[in-house]
């Protein structure tokens, strides 16, 4: 065989094997894009309360709130008002949207928007303030919604009764029914001494308080939040007035001046 002819073959084999390894590299890549893509993270799953999920004394609580914690196509709640902080002689606007049982996005005026995600095991995002951390924990955990929601969990209840009057000047003309609650949230449960009670107006129907105790440096303080002002709008009733209160004295107070639901983005 000749010089030139062995010079041809040896150019042949490079050719054939580049081929080939061309061939290998574009079938593997080829099955690489063909793949399924890992699995998304599970969303989690949202509740409605059904009516059979909750004690037969409760259903007309739960129905004089309207249908958002029912019925899909509700699942956001927006509030805009001003928040009045004891002390300041300011008040801030502020605007929140709220998805019971989810999330939570508020905008304090002067300061930065803030996302909370609810997680059964993880308290509110460390980067809150301690002051907004109160006003997060509470709309998150110390309302109508949490409750019945709590309700459609098998949150542990214990009915105290019916018709109680309180003690106190302030409530001396009218009447409640007490409902002691361990909350089935990990990072609300962690916060509280013991169970919170939930004092409904006897008459309306409308959550009046939740009174519970935390620790705080190891010191228990008496935490009190009032939801008042309650007006129906479009079939839906909603807070106009939250307080705050530690160990009597007031802490911080929200004033509702627009509500509205709306449909959750997920």
């Not at 300061?111 to 907004?132: K, N, Y």
């Not at 949150?155 to 309180?166: C, P």
């Not at 308080?209 to 939801?227: D, E, F, H, K, N």
């Amino acid at each position: 065989m000749s010089k030139r002819q062995k010079r041809l073959l040896w150019l042949l084999g490079i050719v054939a094997i580049g081929s080939f390894v061309t061939s290998v590299a574009r079938i593997g890549g080829w099955r690489a894009a063909s793949a399924p893509p890992p699995a998304p993270p599970p969303v989690k799953q949202r509740v409605y309360v059904r009516a059979g999920a909750v004690w037969p004394q409760l259903r007309r609580n739960l129905d004089v709130l309207g249908d958002r914690l029912k019925k899909p196509g509700k699942e956001q709640l927006f509030l805009a008002g001003v928040l009045t902080r004891s002390g300041e002689d300011h008040v801030a606007p502020i605007n929140l949207t709220l998805e019971p049982g989810q999330r939570l996005s508020l905008s304090i005026a002067g300061g930065p928007p803030q996302l909370v995600s609810v997680h059964s095991t993880r308290a509110p995002s460390s980067s809150l303030s301690e002051r907004d951390r109160d006003l997060v924990e509470a709309l998150l955990f110390d309302s109508a919604e949490s409750f019945f929601l709590g309700q459609a969990a098998g949150a542990q209840t214990r009915f105290l009764g019916s018709q109680f009057q309180l003690d106190e000047p302030e409530y001396s003309n009218r009447r409640f029914d007490l409902y002691a609650v361990t909350s089935t949230n990990e990072a609300d449960s962690q916060r509280v001494d013991g169970s919170k009670t939930y004092y409904f107006d006897s008459d309306s129907g409308l959550l009046e308080m939740v009174r519970y105790q935390i620790q705080r440096a190891g010191i228990p303080v008496s935490i009190q939040i009032t939801l008042r002002n309650w007006e129906t709008e479009s079939g839906e009733t909603v807070a106009r007035r939250i307080d705050r209160r530690e160990n009597g004295a007031p802490v911080w107070s929200l004033t509702v001046n627009s509500a509205m639901v709306g449909r959750s983005n997920d």
